[in-house]
């Protein structure tokens, strides 16, 4: 089939190659310009570089709403197209296009995580699994048919790298083979239960703030959800901020002033954490492995010589 690709960054980049090895002709590509965000820095494989590599027409947009984008969509007299990472909304005129519509190609198990850095969400809120949706595009963010669905279980040895590893071997045979199928017509996609949706914005900075009033397990998630590449889970100490790299929950409880350093456990030192944490019921955070700002990295124990003390989420305000 001819089929025109809007992708960006790894996602876009790994579902356009897919195609190509299936024999589908592309005989357009759309790509969003290099972004600032720091989210958009890290699996960042070019699909302009892509293009040129294999000598596809090329376009560069913010947003694909504009004549000469749906003009130039209407023009590849495509069958179908194919959305993989595309960041901003399209308009019916570019998704209705082709005469088969549109496939995007999304890291979660929809109707939930729609929207921005669903494998991170999901991990943070604790899910016992991820996965990568294919489903027709309408005029909802991640909201249309579902067309194939593929999940992964989430072990507690699992961080962030590990589900975009796997999601991400995901992305280009789950497209092949949903271009197959719309193509025969043998599935009919499924409707989502619209009550079951949620819709989550971009990670910043403020989202890794780590709050010492959450249970361990949620601080736990935290860290694991946002180890590198990705911008760390942090707090302060003595005001300096501090990148938590490695943590686990401990198996006993731990009471006392959530933030509170406790005690020492091998290389890594406990922390008090949870709203109840007074009442001495529920596990600590075991810091194992953390980072300062000038990008030095320590064993927690090393890091924290002396016992006492307070983790906080904010640095001491000048005027306390």
Not at 126 to 152: C, K, Y
Not at 225 to 236: E, H, I, S, T
Not at 290 to 310: K, L, N, Q
């Amino acid at each position: 089939m001819r089929v025109v690709a809007f992708g960006y960054m790894t996602w876009g980049r790994r579902t356009i190659e897919a195609v190509l090895e299936a024999g589908h002709e592309v005989p357009l590509i759309v790509t969003h310009p290099d972004g600032d965000n720091a989210y958009e820095k890290i699996f960042n494989e070019s699909v302009a570089e892509l293009a040129a590599d294999r000598g596809i027409p090329l376009m560069v947009r913010n947003r694909a709403g504009d004549a000469e984008t749906r003009e130039a969509v209407a023009a590849a007299g495509a069958d179908v197209m194919v959305v993989s990472n595309w960041r901003t909304w399209l308009p019916p005129e570019v998704f209705s296009a082709p005469r088969l519509g549109t496939v995007n190609v999304h890291d979660a198990l929809l109707p939930a995580y729609a929207g921005f850095a669903p494998l991170n969400w999901a991990l943070i809120n604790d899910e016992p699994e991820v996965g990568v949706t294919a489903h027709r595009m309408n005029g909802d963010f991640d909201a249309g048919d579902i067309i194939l669905q593929w999940s992964t279980p989430v072990s507690d040895d699992d961080t962030i790298v590990d589900l975009f590893d796997r999601t991400l071997a995901m992305f280009g045979p789950i497209t092949v083979e949903a271009l197959d199928l719309v193509a025969s017509g043998r599935r009919e996609p499924t409707p989502q239960d619209r009550a079951k949706a949620s819709y989550f914005h971009r990670r910043g900075d403020e989202d890794n703030r780590i709050d010492w009033t959450w249970p361990a397990r949620d601080i736990f998630n935290l860290v694991r959800a946002q180890v590198d590449p990705y911008p760390n889970a942090y707090c302060f100490y003595r005001g300096e901020r501090l990148r938590l790299l490695r943590a686990r929950v401990t198996d006993d409880a731990i009471g006392g002033t959530p933030g509170r350093i406790v005690i020492r456990r091998g290389s890594g030192v406990v922390i008090v954490a949870g709203p109840d944490a007074r009442r001495g019921r529920n596990p600590g955070l075991l810091i194992e492995r953390v980072r300062t700002d000038d990008g030095s990295e320590f064993d927690a124990a090393e890091y924290f010589p002396h016992m006492g003390g307070y983790l906080t989420s904010h640095p001491p305000r000048d005027d306390a």
